[in-house]
Structures are given as C-alpha cells and as structure tokens.
C-alpha cells in the first residue's frame, strides 16, 4: 500500500510540475521587475531590454516587453582649497570615520503586457536604499510609484453562452455589453 501511495505522490507531482509556466531567463536575471529593493544586489548602472512571446502559433499568446534600469546614486568628492594658504606641499584631509555609508540606487522601467483581450501600459519609478549591517551583511529596502494602464478590447475577448457553452454567446450578458 505505501510503495502505491509513493507512486501516486511521485506522479502527481511530476504532473503538478509539468503544468508549470516556463521561467525565462531574462526575467530571472532581472529580480527588480518584481522587487525595486533588488536594485541594491550589484553596484552597476544598466539598461536592460526584456521580451517574451509565449505559446506562439496558438493565437492570443502572451506577448511582453519590459524596458528597465536602475543607477547608483554617488556623491561627488568635496575637494579642499584654499588658495590664501602658505602651505606649498598637498594637503590631503583625512575623512571622519563613517559607521554606516548608505548606497542610494534609482531606476525605472517601462511595461507593456498583452493576453489576448487584455493588455496594459504600466511606467514605474523605483528607489532602493542599501543598509550595511556588518561587514558582509547588507538590507536593502525598495519603493515604486507608478502608473498602469488597463485595457480590454471587446474585439478579440471570447464571451461563451450563459447557458451552453458549446453554443456560441448570442447577447444577454449585460457586463460584456454595457463596456
């Protein structure tokens, strides 16, 4: 009875994986399309150019494009001058010893998603904060404001019969034909 039951845990979970929307890469290497506080991962400035086209040939495929960036945000070094000084060597001040040195990171990106009847337009800001803890462990806190663009085309949405839907819809649905 337990080698049956093992059996059946083992193919309903190789069922439940196989049913699993693909990852793609670009998305994967690209965490702050999802989470604006994982600009603070790396130090680099980058812009970045992401699409995916999924079940092609089937006809309302997902279709997206996302153009995103991010930035760290440096402070410009305040250099020391003083022209009445008698001083004729380089004078170099030493810096005041700083605990916690913030990393500031901006970035952006720009989506356009489309599934069949439903597409949407989104343009978001994002802002990270990287905090040191110690000296290997840093947090990293993230915001985003943004705006998105809901849309539905009526043209290409596929509205089944209340009653059967096998019969092709032939009106009576008032929230489909009220858009």
Not at 49 to 78: A, C, D, N
Not at 149 to 164: I, Y
Request: net charge positive; hydrophobic share 40%; proline share 6%.
């Amino acid at each position: 009875m337990r080698i049956i039951a093992t059996a059946i845990v083992l193919f309903v979970c190789l069922v439940i994986h196989a049913q699993q929307l693909p990852q793609f890469r670009q998305f994967i290497l690209a965490p702050s399309l999802y989470n604006p506080a994982a600009m603070a991962f790396s130090k680099e400035n980058n812009v970045s150019l992401s699409g995916r086209w999924q079940m092609s040939g089937f006809g309302y495929e997902p279709r997206t494009v996302v153009l995103h960036g991010k930035m760290l945000i440096k402070k410009k070094p305040k250099l020391v001058y003083n022209p009445g000084s008698r001083i004729q060597r380089d004078y170099t001040p030493t810096e005041k010893k700083k605990n916690i040195i913030l990393k500031h990171f901006v970035g952006g990106q720009v989506v356009s998603d489309n599934y069949g009847a439903f597409r949407f337009l989104e343009l978001n800001g994002n802002y990270a904060l990287q905090i040191p803890i110690n000296a290997t462990w840093r947090a990293s806190v993230g915001a985003r404001l943004g705006l998105r663009n809901n849309t539905f085309l009526p043209t290409q949405g596929v509205v089944l019969n209340v009653l059967d839907p096998q019969i092709p819809y032939a009106g009576g649905d008032a929230t489909y034909e009220d858009r």
